[in-house]
């Protein structure tokens, strides 16, 4: 059909040019969202997405440690850190304390070394704590009357490692001490001799505390 030419009727004009500003409008509204978009650093809807998801993943999952805060730590009057080592019982006093002694067999030939064990006993209600390292120990060896001392496992060897035990009620410490069946002296002074043959006793002590008397015969 073929545009009719002259002048346009005035109806017909006025629709084209709104037509025409109508199509300016809605391109002018798209440019303006482009430049919105561009400014924001907006991308497509699928890179919204993401940057959302990226965004929820890194928030603090409570409990994670390697994303705990100082707020989040826990705190020592709230949660006590149980101990590794027991704590230190009180020092078990001379009178919570039992000393026995005895002798390995009731008589040694001549020449033969004597064996001694000395048993310490937590005689008190209570867990208590001692050191009964053998340089507090002391077994010494009597005539069988124990008029005279003949030998003390503290006389030449006065020292010893400490041996911190904590005891519970009842509970017992037990040693060996070898007797070398020769007499020695405080400081270890003097001549070391072999006691003759005859009936002799021992005594075990750990502070002020002292065994009954054992005896035993060297024939």
């Known amino acids: 059909m073929l545009e009719p030419t002259g002048p346009l009727p005035p109806e017909i004009y006025w629709r084209r040019r709104v037509f025409a500003i109508g199509i300016l409008v809605v391109a002018l509204a798209l440019v303006i969202w482009l430049v919105v978009m ?59 304390l039992a000393v026995k002694v005895t002798v390995e067999q ?3 030939k001549a020449g033969e070394q004597p064996v001694f064990g000395i048993v310490i006993t937590n005689i ?22 124990g008029s005279r001392r003949l030998w003390s496992s503290t006389d030449c060897y006065p020292d010893g490692q400490p041996d911190v035990r904590n005891m519970n009620r009842g509970e017992q410490a037990a040693f060996q001490v070898t007797w070398s069946g020769s007499t020695s002296q405080p400081n270890c002074a003097g001549e070391r001799v072999p006691v003759p043959p005859g009936p002799y006793s021992v005594v075990a002590q750990l502070g002020s505390v002292r065994s009954a008397a054992e005896p035993f015969n060297i024939a």
């Open 106 to 108: 009731p008589t040694y």
């Open 124 to 145: 008190s209600s209570v867990t208590c704590s001692r050191d009964v390292g053998s340089g507090l120990q002391q077994i010494s060896v009597y005539t069988l009357d």
């Open 38 to 96: 561009a400014v924001r650093g907006g991308g497509s809807p699928g890179d919204a997405k993401q940057a959302a998801s990226s965004s929820t993943s890194s928030v603090k999952k409570p409990g994670d440690p390697a994303k705990s805060s100082a707020a989040d730590a826990p705190k020592s009057s709230a949660s006590p850190v149980p101990s590794a080592i027991p704590a230190a019982a009180a020092q078990c006093p001379d009178q919570s």
